[in-house]
């Protein structure tokens, strides 16, 4: 009874072996594909189900007409210490060079138990932050990621914010994106995919509801740059700085005129605008009252369309019409109060500038009535600037604040916050100090995406400027009539 048992046995482990061994030799076969490739444009699909993502493999080969490498964690093995393992041992895929990485995870169908993503990614309480140096030295609160070694992957966070780090080092200038757990074809609307999408926020890359949004990416693939026309732009410091503008403009036909001004808020800081006028030259150095807000750069607009009182190194705008008009802003302000959004509506009717909604009321519609032929677009605020809190996904009731303002209003958004990449949890300043007063964490520290954790450099402004021309040729402006 003991022989035949363990001839079973012994049989049983070498049908296992022959089958590893043939999977080994498949994924291997699939790799040596892969480096005979390396020198074409090619796709790489992770998922934790074949099948599942072998059926997105001919939609995104189909719209980008590339090769698409299909590489598997295994059956519900996606959100575990092997799948990251064995992400981590494709390092030999450095010369892969491809031009998108895909990432499906949650192919069993089964949600997360505990969501509660920001617990898992970072330590609480907080520690205190050191925004600046000098005399211009700023003592913060602030929540800190974790240690690599005590984040958890037994979740969607966890094993996504290993797999897009290591991602981000081997395929630096591949573009993330994060699929449905469902077949190409199927409603993305599981207890999974809301929990994917929400991480796809946090991590600022996109999260596909459909295969039909792969089009939406066509200028990523086929190298082909949209004619967007003239643009007018107003904004904050993201657009003074203008590296995602010279990014827009190397990616699309454009000719923009750019009003931002760094520390530009949104809204005004006071409704009483007869003792707190705007400016009609707003500055960075001058924040006093309502003197640097986006309404400040309407007045300084309407200065130059008349062609008087121009400054030095201001040109004439008498008689230009643009096609596109971006209202970018929000970073310099903070998120609006429950009690506050509740009242958007009469803020909106009422003309009260203090809130997002009232603020983009006033701007759209001077800007409407003065280029009534362009297509105007609200730029959802990106999330670096919560790095400074102690809730680092507070921008993304902020932005969830801005997107409502925009859709009460009838304006299409550019949604920087959801697939920008400048995400806060890269972008942290752990190591940088111990939390300390005596030695603070740093938050003037350069990172591969930003100058100093909070604005992007030549390198994360591509992702800002693609994130635009994605939303641009995206949406249809349809602009609705105020009731």
Request: charged share 25%.
């Amino acid at each position: 009874m003991q022989k035949k048992f363990i001839t079973k046995a012994l049989t049983a482990i070498a049908l296992f072996s022959l089958f590893t061994t043939a999977i080994a030799a498949s994924c291997h076969h699939g790799n040596d594909k892969a480096e005979v490739a390396a020198n074409k444009d090619h796709i790489i699909l992770y998922t934790d189900d074949f099948m599942t993502g072998q059926s997105w493999k001919a939609d995104i080969e189909a719209v980008s007409g590339m090769e698409v490498h299909v590489f598997d964690f295994g059956k519900a093995l996606g959100r575990s210490k092997s799948a990251v393992d064995y992400f981590r041992a494709n390092n030999h895929l450095q010369h892969f060079r491809p031009k998108a990485v895909f990432f499906q995870l949650g192919c069993d169908g089964k949600a997360d138990r505990d969501s509660n993503y920001e617990h898992i990614l970072f330590d609480y309480p907080t520690g205190e932050v050191c925004t600046l140096t000098g005399k211009m030295a700023r003592h913060k609160r602030l929540a800190v990621s974790k240690p690599d070694r005590n984040i958890a992957v037994d979740n969607f966070a966890g094993a996504l914010y290993f797999m897009i780090r290591t991602q981000r080092i081997l395929h630096r200038d591949a573009r993330a994106f994060i699929l449905p757990p469902v077949k190409s074809g199927q409603a993305a609307n599981t207890p999974a995919c809301r929990q994917l999408e929400r991480l796809s926020n946090m991590f600022c890359i996109p999260f596909l509801q459909s295969n039909k949004e792969l089009k939406d990416y066509a200028f990523l693939w086929d190298g082909k740059r949209p004619d967007f026309g003239k643009m007018l732009i107003i904004g904050d410091s993201y657009c003074e700085q203008r590296r995602w503008i010279n990014s827009l403009e190397q990616i699309s036909k454009v000719e923009v005129v750019n009003l931002g001004v760094t520390s530009a808020s949104m809204r005004d800081h006071f409704e009483d605008r007869v003792s707190y006028p705007y400016s009609k030259n707003p500055v960075k150095t001058d924040c006093n009252g309502n003197r640097n807000t986006l309404g400040c750069q309407l007045v300084k607009l309407h200065r130059m369309l008349s062609g008087k009182n121009l400054l030095a190194g201001e040109r004439s705008l008498q008689g230009w019409q643009p096609d596109i008009i971006l209202v970018e802003g929000g970073g310099n302000d903070f998120a609006d109060k429950p009690a506050v959004e509740a009242q958007y509506g009469q803020h909106i009717r009422n003309d009260i500038r203090t809130s997002f909604a009232g603020a983009l009321s006033y701007l759209t519609k001077d800007l409407h009535s003065t280029f009534p032929n362009a297509k105007i677009f609200i730029v959802v605020s990106a999330g670096l600037y919560y790095g400074h809190t102690d809730n680092p996904f507070e921008y993304i009731e902020k932005a969830r604040q801005q997107r409502k303002a925009a859709k009460m209003l009838g304006y299409p958004t550019i949604d920087w916050d959801k697939d920008g990449r400048l995400s806060f949890i890269y972008n942290n300043s752990a190591g940088t100090g111990n939390g300390t007063k005596a030695k603070p964490y740093r938050y003037n520290q350069p990172t591969d995406e930003t100058i100093d954790l909070l604005h992007p450099n030549d390198y994360g402004a591509q992702f800002l400027a693609e994130s635009a021309v994605h939303w641009i040729t995206k949406k249809i402006f349809i602009h609705i009539k105020d009731s």
